[in-house]
């Protein structure tokens, strides 16, 4: 069972529009959230978070939305730029019940075009 | 320079053979992972640690076996048993409250 879902594999943008990599998942006792940033044959980077008594988090170009009623978060990046183009995780956590792991999701490979 | 080192980054096993991916962290956390990476399957865990001489398995602890006798050392053991252990293989770390680093990661393949 999937808890952690991002239903779009891929995606593409113009260099400088707006991408919005969607996530959603399915246990309501997920508290924290994470994006990370992956590229070919490297690990995953630390992108930005969000904790669950906030529905909005921003990072320079980066803004995390979360939405608890519908069990969805997105990440934003405006304006996209090339080097935007890589693999996006999102990942979720139960912090309160004391575990350190995280559920990540399946990824969606962002592609922004110049 | 805090980091989390994974060796070697490319691998090439026979089939039949075990082999041991490396995974050491100097920045002194307490938890550290295991994930496996396949094409449009995301990452999928192996086993994690919370604390030194304990670790519980994952969702794939299945052909995989792991050792935590020192806080910054994980290896990952891939036995002859893992049925398609060709992968990119992902360590990471952990403190409470926080975040993963990740490592490099190691890609396996099987000849």
Redo the contacts between chains.
């Keep these: 069972d999937q808890q952690v879902k ?1 239903n779009s ?1 891929s995606l593409s943008v113009q260099e400088g529009r707006i991408s919005i990599l969607n996530c959603d998942y399915t246990n309501s006792m997920f508290d924290y959230f ?1 994006w ?1 940033k992956k590229y070919p ?6 992108l930005i ?1 969000i904790s669950s008594i906030k529905d909005k988090n921003e990072d320079g170009r980066f803004t995390v939305f979360l939405n608890k009623s519908a069990k969805h978060l997105s990440l934003h990046i405006v304006p996209s730029q090339p080097g935007d183009s890589a693999v996006y ?1 999102c ?1 979720a956590s139960r ?1 309160a019940s004391g575990t ?3 559920i ?4 969606t490979r962002l592609k922004v075009l110049a | 320079d805090g980091g ?1 080192t ?1 060796s070697p980054k490319y691998l090439f096993r026979k089939e039949g053979q075990n082999v041991t991916l490396s995974c050491e962290q100097n920045l002194n956390h ?2 550290m ?1 295991w ?1 496996r990476q396949d094409p ?4 999928r ?1 192996i086993y ?1 640690s ?1 604390i030194v001489n304990d670790f519980q398995k994952g969702d794939i602890a299945e052909g995989y076996s792991v050792s935590r006798e020192k806080k910054e050392s994980f290896p990952l053991t891939v036995t002859s048993a893992q049925k398609n252990p060709t992968a ?1 293989y ?1 360590c ?1 770390s ?4 926080e ?7 190691t ?1 396996l393949t099987v000849v």
């Design positions: 991002q594999p994470l990370y044959a490297e690990g995953p980077t630390f978070s995780f990942a912090r350190y792991k995280y990540f999701g399946t990824g | 989390i994974q307490d938890a992972y994930y449009g399957q995301g990452l865990l994690y919370q990119f992902l990471a952990s403190i409470w409250r975040g993963y680093t990740f490592g490099s990661g890609r």
